[in-house]
């Protein structure tokens, strides 16, 4: 499978497969299904190909420019860097019978929050049920769990997440000194993270994150009035103000490294390059700001009309990205940081984040689910952290579930780098984990070809062809 695309004055072939980008000229760019047509015709001889493609496009180009065209497209494929074969359909099954392990928690510390963000899935913190704050006793069991099913595998993560975590703070201190405590007796390293809405970040909070937390996520949607209008206190005051300098403190603080400001867009802020930009002009150099998940009923929702704007919107962030890197203030944005070189492995390319059954999200009543969008969805309770996990059969359903259980990813060029999306969402739309949500895979899909785009932009940089 290739996919090509143009974006930004670059005509790109990506052989899916592989893995390996071309950046060529426009004949080349037209030459390619040509070829591959006349190959699927079983024409291996360089001159009939030639000929095929020739009656195929006539007197558009000279016959030496196609000639020279076709072999150096020929040649591409002959170093097995375009036209590839699926190699990972075969492996799937050694995959899917693969024994897993247990290596990330994310424990939800506090089921309550201190805003009312209005497209919140957790329900400002209930999660389907009844407020609730995570006991030591509770999320020590959860860390001897991890542990216990975790085999032979050192680094282990533990997201403390809510709600609002900052809301049972001293159980999180508690949990990372339970935590450390075990290490060099299991042989385990912990990697610590937690997501925040800042409300109630102090010195002395922050002094903690720096020392424990290996990454933190501050939760901001960019511009004032964007991120008020949509994360108010309880009381419907705006937030932004009550968190905008705590979070640049915490970003210089860590050297602009190992965090991120994320935030979400919706249907009122569609041009969302403008939050993103807002962030980045702030000084915020490590940036996530994802689209709304919600259902069409919901005013603030995505709806189909939108993807034209929004495509055009992350063309508009490409585009100003490349330039800032050029003039020296560059910054990460989450979703255009696509590993293009090495990639995934092999199992993240076919099964994503592993939820139901190498990532689980904990309650603060010790329940067991497959992730956090998953919690309070009864038929998706795996088990709880004393007795471990009863729901094998849902394990198996979570281990199955990959590209090739989705037929919309089979054909998709985007695959290998979203994993077949998120379980959660493709069961919210669709009542099963083995479908996608249609809306994020465009999305998916037009950030991927603009990541390619900025790799394209930022080696021609290095070659000197840059003015």
């Given at each position: 499978?290739?996919?090509?695309?143009?974006?930004?004055?670059?005509?790109?072939?990506?052989?899916?497969?592989?893995?390996?980008?071309h950046v060529v000229d426009e004949l080349v760019y037209t030459l390619i299904p040509l070829v591959e047509e006349a190959l699927d015709k079983g024409l291996e001889n360089s001159t009939k190909i030639w000929g095929f493609v020739l009656q195929k496009i006539g007197n558009q180009w000279d016959g030496e420019s196609v000639k020279e065209a076709v072999d150096e497209i020929l040649q591409i494929r002959n170093e097995d860097m375009l036209f590839t074969k699926d190699i990972y359909e075969e492996y799937i099954g050694e995959f899917q019978n693969r024994e897993t392990v247990v290596k990330a928690l994310c424990l939800?510390?506090?089921?309550?929050?201190?805003?009312?963000?209005?497209?919140?899935?957790?329900?400002?913190?209930?999660?389907?049920?009844?407020?609730?704050?995570?006991?030591f006793e509770v999320g020590k069991k959860a860390l001897d769990f991890l542990i216990k099913n975790s085999g032979n595998r050192v680094n282990l993560e533990v997201d403390f997440f809510g709600g609002e975590p900052l809301m049972n703070w001293q159980v999180v201190k508690e949990l990372v000194e339970y935590g450390r405590s075990k290490e060099e007796e299991f042989h385990k390293k912990f990697r610590f993270t937690l997501t925040t809405n800042g409300i109630l970040l102090d010195e002395e909070i922050m002094e903690f994150l720096n020392k424990e937390m290996a990454n933190i996520v501050l939760s901001i949607d960019g511009r004032k009035h964007v991120h008020d209008a949509m994360r108010p206190l309880r009381g419907g005051q705006g937030s932004y103000e009550k968190i905008i300098s705590k979070f640049l403190k915490v970003a210089e603080s860590r050297e602009q490294k190992n965090y991120y400001v994320r935030g979400t867009y919706t249907h009122h802020n569609l041009d969302f390059s403008k939050d993103v930009l807002h962030l980045a002009d702030l000084g915020f150099q490590q940036i996530s700001v994802e689209p709304v998940v919600a259902e069409e009923e919901e005013e603030y929702a995505l709806k189909?009309?939108?993807?034209?704007?929004?495509f055009q919107e992350y063309d508009i962030l490409a585009k100003e990205m490349i330039k800032r890197e050029h003039q020296g203030r560059g910054f990460g944005f989450f979703h255009f940081m696509l590993d293009l070189e090495g990639g995934p492995c092999?199992?993240?390319?076919?099964?994503?984040?592993?939820?139901?059954?190498?990532?689980?999200?904990?309650?603060?009543?010790?329940?067991?689910?497959?992730?956090?969008?998953?919690?309070?969805?009864?038929?998706?309770?795996?088990?709880?952290?004393?007795?471990?996990?009863?729901?094998?059969?849902?394990v198996e359903e979570f281990k199955g579930c990959s590209v090739y259980s989705k037929e919309k990813c089979r054909k998709c060029f985007a695959k290998f780098y979203c994993s077949g999306g998120c379980a959660a969402n493709s069961q919210r739309f669709h009542e099963t984990i083995h479908e996608v949500y249609d809306i994020g895979c465009q999305l998916q899909r037009k950030r991927v070809e603009c990541a390619i785009m900025i790799k394209a932009a930022m080696e021609e940089k290095r070659d000197g062809k840059y003015d």
């Amino acid at each position: 499978m290739v996919h090509r695309f143009e974006n930004n004055g670059y005509f790109i072939a990506l052989d899916v497969n592989s893995g390996c980008i071309h950046v060529v000229d426009e004949l080349v760019y037209t030459l390619i299904p040509l070829v591959e047509e006349a190959l699927d015709k079983g024409l291996e001889n360089s001159t009939k190909i030639w000929g095929f493609v020739l009656q195929k496009i006539g007197n558009q180009w000279d016959g030496e420019s196609v000639k020279e065209a076709v072999d150096e497209i020929l040649q591409i494929r002959n170093e097995d860097m375009l036209f590839t074969k699926d190699i990972y359909e075969e492996y799937i099954g050694e995959f899917q019978n693969r024994e897993t392990v247990v290596k990330a928690l994310c424990l939800h510390i506090a089921h309550d929050c201190n805003l009312r963000c209005k497209y919140c899935f957790a329900e400002e913190g209930e999660y389907h049920g009844r407020r609730a704050l995570m006991s030591f006793e509770v999320g020590k069991k959860a860390l001897d769990f991890l542990i216990k099913n975790s085999g032979n595998r050192v680094n282990l993560e533990v997201d403390f997440f809510g709600g609002e975590p900052l809301m049972n703070w001293q159980v999180v201190k508690e949990l990372v000194e339970y935590g450390r405590s075990k290490e060099e007796e299991f042989h385990k390293k912990f990697r610590f993270t937690l997501t925040t809405n800042g409300i109630l970040l102090d010195e002395e909070i922050m002094e903690f994150l720096n020392k424990e937390m290996a990454n933190i996520v501050l939760s901001i949607d960019g511009r004032k009035h964007v991120h008020d209008a949509m994360r108010p206190l309880r009381g419907g005051q705006g937030s932004y103000e009550k968190i905008i300098s705590k979070f640049l403190k915490v970003a210089e603080s860590r050297e602009q490294k190992n965090y991120y400001v994320r935030g979400t867009y919706t249907h009122h802020n569609l041009d969302f390059s403008k939050d993103v930009l807002h962030l980045a002009d702030l000084g915020f150099q490590q940036i996530s700001v994802e689209p709304v998940v919600a259902e069409e009923e919901e005013e603030y929702a995505l709806k189909e009309e939108d993807m034209p704007i929004l495509f055009q919107e992350y063309d508009i962030l490409a585009k100003e990205m490349i330039k800032r890197e050029h003039q020296g203030r560059g910054f990460g944005f989450f979703h255009f940081m696509l590993d293009l070189e090495g990639g995934p492995c092999v199992a993240k390319r076919l099964s994503g984040c592993g939820s139901g059954t190498e990532y689980l999200a904990v309650t603060p009543w010790g329940d067991l689910y497959p992730c956090h969008q998953f919690v309070g969805q009864e038929e998706y309770l795996l088990g709880n952290v004393e007795e471990g996990i009863f729901r094998t059969d849902l394990v198996e359903e979570f281990k199955g579930c990959s590209v090739y259980s989705k037929e919309k990813c089979r054909k998709c060029f985007a695959k290998f780098y979203c994993s077949g999306g998120c379980a959660a969402n493709s069961q919210r739309f669709h009542e099963t984990i083995h479908e996608v949500y249609d809306i994020g895979c465009q999305l998916q899909r037009k950030r991927v070809e603009c990541a390619i785009m900025i790799k394209a932009a930022m080696e021609e940089k290095r070659d000197g062809k840059y003015d």
